[in-house]
């Protein structure tokens, strides 16, 4: 009987997310003081009203747009508060679903786009990306591992390759990790085109692969990946259940366990940055904790690929404090940040976490390095675009892709330089 209710509640669930976009706004509100910004972060619990806004964007940064995402039956109440506040905004969607829609009926048609082999003009679906990868293990059996390292809260498998010069000797690896944050869709697309290029490429990256192996998990959280395609754009979290009843889903990357719920996490189960029930209890960020643990001592570098807004930070996250090694942890993400201004001209901000962006604890960056013991850790926010940041248009894939790939080698061949 139980799990009939469970079945009834959870189509009905899938009901109310197809429609949840009708009439939402995007709102784009310029930030000119400190006040204006602290005000913005009290807004979920002005007027002790607890209001669910979804920022799509909210830094510490004065003079940076941040983008809001707001109901109808608020949508009064906000535009209020931003004239009384002299917050200058700007509404970039009036019906949000159209946008969805749009999106959704273009990746349907790129789909049917039929190629042998994989090309960055689309995004692909998890399905599609654990192929690809299981064609690679087989095409190149001597460079080429793949492995599944678990099963997602859904039961989908999670793998992850490594990628060789096939010589069998030990050597200093890289991790790269992309997609924990289901709706920002350009980070696994960057980490396949790193693998494609590695191995499709091989001869380009010989001299970098004498040097270090990879080891790259192109889709961290895929049940909140296939649900951005199939229901709810804007999802960003896994997609488990602590409670039948409750809000589903925990920020996978609030949920490492270092320094686990301190800051910049949130204990409200329905929020967007909500840090779960207890440290990994994602089934998500317990593999990739696993990898990490398989990879540590011979791992110099963890990168994992986030989107929107061209930063490129390290720990921590927890703490505004520095660690001890944040000079080193600088210095390539800096020469990742100038390699690609000198290539394309776009401009990365470089710093920690949490001096750059936001307080945030329970996150990759800080575990890999915290606990991983893995001296470059960084998480590298790439290029926005389309109406919420994360909708990249798939035009603007391979450019994106390719930019970063200039961004990750130059730091690449900095921590191969530096851990020789
Ligand atoms: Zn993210």
């Known amino acids: 009987m139980l799990k009939v209710l469970i079945f009834v509640l959870s189509l009905l669930q899938i009901c109310f997310c197809e429609k949840l976009y009708n009439k939402y706004k995007v709102y784009d509100i310029r930030v000119k003081n400190e006040n204006q910004l602290l005000k913005l972060k009290n807004l979920d619990t002005f007027e002790g009203e607890a209001r669910e806004l979804d920022f799509l964007s909210l830094h510490n940064n004065v003079n940076d747009v941040v983008k809001l995402v707001v109901k109808p039956e608020e949508q009064n109440y ?68 793949v492995k599944t390292a678990g099963k997602s809260f859904e039961g989908r498998d999670i793998k992850y390759i490594t990628i060789t010069n096939g010589d069998g000797k030990s050597k200093n690896s890289i991790f790269i990790d992309g997609g924990i944050h289901a709706r920002e869709w350009i980070a696994p697309a960057a980490a396949l085109y790193i693998i494609n290029q590695l191995v499709d490429s091989q001869s380009t990256f010989s001299k970098l692969l004498d040097k270090v192996d990879f080891v790259i998990q192109p889709l961290v ?71 990490i643990d398989e990879v540590k001592g011979n791992c110099k570098f963890f990168l994992t690929f986030h989107s929107y807004g061209n930063y490129l930070i390290y720990p921590n996250g927890y703490t505004k404090d520095l660690p001890e090694n944040w000079m080193d942890n600088e210095e390539v993400a800096q020469a990742g940040a100038e390699a690609i201004s000198k290539a394309t001209g776009t401009k990365y901000t470089v710093g920690s976490t949490s001096n750059v962006l936001y307080l945030a604890s329970g996150s990759s960056t800080d575990y890999a390095l915290g606990v991983g013991k893995i001296p470059i850790a960084i998480c590298m926010e790439l290029t926005g675009g389309g109406y919420f940041g994360f909708d990249l248009p798939a035009s603007e894939i391979e450019k994106t892709v390719k930019e970063t790939l200039i961004g990750v080698e130059a730091m690449v061949e900095t921590v191969a330089r530096k851990y020789n």
């Open 221 to 291: 959280n895929p049940d909140g990946y296939e649900f951005t395609h199939n229901f709810y754009r804007l999802w960003r979290k896994t997609r488990s259940r602590s409670s039948a009843f409750q809000c589903r889903g925990s920020d996978a990357n609030r949920n490492y366990d270092f320094h686990w719920s301190e800051v910049g996490a949130s204990n409200n189960a329905c929020a967007e940055t909500y840090h779960g029930p207890t440290a990994f209890s994602e089934n998500e960020s317990q593999i990739s904790r696993d990898i």
């Open 78 to 145: 906000i535009e209020d508060f931003f004239k009384l506040n002299s917050l200058d905004f700007k509404i970039v969607s009036e019906n949000i679903q159209d946008v969805i829609d749009k999106e959704r009926d273009e990746v349907s048609m790129l789909s049917k786009r039929k190629s042998d082999v994989i090309t960055f003009d689309r995004y692909y679906r998890y399905e599609d990306i654990n192929k690809y990868l299981d064609n690679l293990a087989n095409s190149y059996p001597d460079n080429v591992k």
